[in-house]
């Protein structure tokens, strides 16, 4: 049977298959933690430098920062919203789920690549170095080659941010205040 013909019937089994399993029933709360999202806040041009950090509240004039690092033992920064040029988020976790699914997915579209190209035909020029690469082994080594360019790509996109103006103005955080709710970090401030 031809190898990207079973390559691509393998993928799409696995694909609807898994699509028609029932997902487990689960709660809101159940076994999963909360997100994380770290923060960066920009300032106002001579409002002072940037801060690092996690939104602990919103309050009417001001936000809570909780401080990470070398700062964390410090105590909550009130930050008032005239000094607050904007909020990016990353959720904590994002930069290794994206190294990881971007080596995954490296690895896979080369080794389909690699088993497209059928690797090398049989030798027949007689005498002299003659190697001879079965599409297994092309698609393997297509993948390995692969996994780099993903991981890079995945990276990437997994550290980049949600940005959120609030330029210094009253007016645009009463706007941002419900998008700004689920950035929040609740319970426990403890970082584990």
Same mark, same amino acid.
């Given at each position: 049977?031809?190898?990207?013909?079973?390559?691509?019937?393998?993928?799409?089994?696995?694909?609807?298959?898994?699509?028609?399993?029932?997902?487990?029933?689960?709660?809101?709360?159940?076994?999963?933690?909360?997100?994380?999202?770290?923060?960066?806040?920009?300032?106002?041009?001579?409002?002072?430098?940037?801060?690092?950090?996690? %939104?602990?509240?919103?309050?009417?004039?001001?936000?809570?920062?909780?401080?990470?690092?070398?700062?964390?033992?410090?105590?909550? %920064?009130?930050?008032?919203?005239?000094?607050?040029?904007?909020?990016?988020?990353?959720?904590?976790?994002?930069?290794?789920?994206?190294?990881?699914?971007?080596?995954?997915?490296?690895?896979?579209?080369?080794?389909?690549?690699? %088993?497209?190209?059928?690797?090398?035909?049989?030798?027949?020029?007689?005498?002299?170095?003659?190697?001879?690469?079965?599409?297994?082994?092309?698609?393997?080594?297509?993948?390995?080659?692969?996994?780099?360019?993903?991981?890079?790509?995945?990276?990437?996109?997994?550290?980049?941010?949600?940005?959120?103006?609030?330029?210094?103005?009253?007016?645009?955080?009463?706007?941002?205040?419900?998008? %700004?709710?689920?950035?929040?970090?609740?319970?426990?401030?403890?970082?584990?």
């Amino acid at each position: 049977m031809n190898p990207i013909l079973s390559s691509l019937t393998l993928l799409f089994l696995s694909t609807t298959l898994s699509a028609r399993m029932p997902a487990p029933e689960r709660r809101f709360n159940d076994s999963l933690p909360p997100t994380i999202y770290e923060l960066r806040l920009i300032r106002m041009p001579g409002a002072g430098s940037s801060l690092n950090g996690y %939104l602990g509240a919103l309050n009417e004039q001001s936000i809570t920062l909780l401080q990470t690092g070398a700062n964390r033992s410090k105590p909550a %920064l009130e930050i008032p919203v005239a000094d607050i040029d904007q909020l990016k988020f990353r959720d904590e976790k994002s930069v290794g789920r994206g190294l990881l699914y971007g080596a995954g997915i490296g690895f896979g579209l080369g080794f389909i690549v690699g %088993l497209a190209s059928g690797g090398t035909s049989p030798c027949t020029a007689g005498p002299g170095l003659c190697i001879h690469i079965p599409p297994a082994a092309a698609g393997l080594f297509a993948g390995l080659i692969a996994i780099l360019p993903g991981t890079v790509i995945g990276g990437t996109i997994g550290s980049l941010r949600v940005k959120i103006p609030i330029k210094g103005r009253q007016t645009v955080y009463e706007r941002q205040k419900d998008k %700004l709710e689920q950035y929040r970090r609740r319970g426990n401030f403890n970082k584990n």
